[in-house]
């Protein structure tokens, strides 16, 4: 859900104020990012194009496959992913697999409670291991992960970005800060390279996670 909506006219400036108050390889990824053209989902055929690539890149990590919505039950079931969902919510997921621990992969939902698709929403609750701040550095771990799927991939990154709020505040140093963190989070983790590009790997949790 989008904390403040931003009207598409309103776009390019507020993408030029994010952009003024980044630097480095923030600056170069968020570049990456910023394609206006990726601020529309994806529809029709071009979507079920989307999903299919999706799904490969979660099959390329070991992930197993479901049929059927999230709304059956959960996302992610400890063992395999909910195929019937958008592109960006399965990259979504697929970035949650990536940086978890090794206990939580096989846990409902990675252990995190009940995420917005989840049908059984009180065993994943009870399945929850990360509470309060702890689970928000990691929602905002996947969050970013995804979104970087999206862009290696030609899917709507701009989208994501902008419904999973990390605009919200652009121009503050707040909002930087935040951006740069997370980013330089998962360059330890070793799910994006030095040029921020996603790695189809698991995270690197050998060294103090982030």
């Keep these: 859900m989008i904390l403040t909506p931003i009207e598409a006219g309103d776009l390019p400036r507020i993408l030029d104020r994010f952009a003024a108050t980044l630097d480095g390889l923030a600056l170069s990824v968020f570049r990456r990012i910023a394609d206006p053209r990726a601020a529309q989902r994806a529809e029709g055929a071009t979507a079920a194009v989307h999903q299919r690539v999706a799904l490969e890149l979660a099959a390329r990590l070991g992930m197993g496959i479901l049929p059927g919505s999230p709304s059956l039950d959960f996302g992610w079931n400890g063992n395999a992913l909910r195929r019937d969902t958008e592109?960006?919510?399965?990259?979504?997921?697929?970035?949650?697999?990536?940086?978890?621990?090794?206990?939580?992969?096989?846990?409902?939902?990675?252990?995190?409670?009940?995420?917005?698709?989840?049908?059984?929403?009180a065993a994943a609750e009870r399945a929850a291991m990360l509470f309060g701040i702890e689970r928000e550095r990691e929602e905002a771990l996947a969050s970013l992960l995804g979104i970087l799927w999206e862009v290696e991939l030609g899917q709507p990154a701009l989208a994501s970005f902008l419904d999973q709020n990390w605009l919200e505040g652009a121009g503050r140093p707040e909002a930087a800060a935040h951006f740069t963190t997370v980013l330089g989070q998962l360059r330890r983790l070793q799910v994006i390279d030095g040029d921020g590009h996603p790695q189809a790997r698991l995270a690197d949790r050998s060294t103090t996670p982030p």
């Excluded at 979504?92 to 009940?114: M, S």
């Design 87 to 121: 592109a960006y919510v399965l990259l979504h997921e697929i970035a949650h697999f990536q940086v978890a621990t090794q206990e939580r992969r096989a846990l409902v939902d990675f252990g995190l409670g009940a995420g917005p698709e989840t049908g059984d929403r």
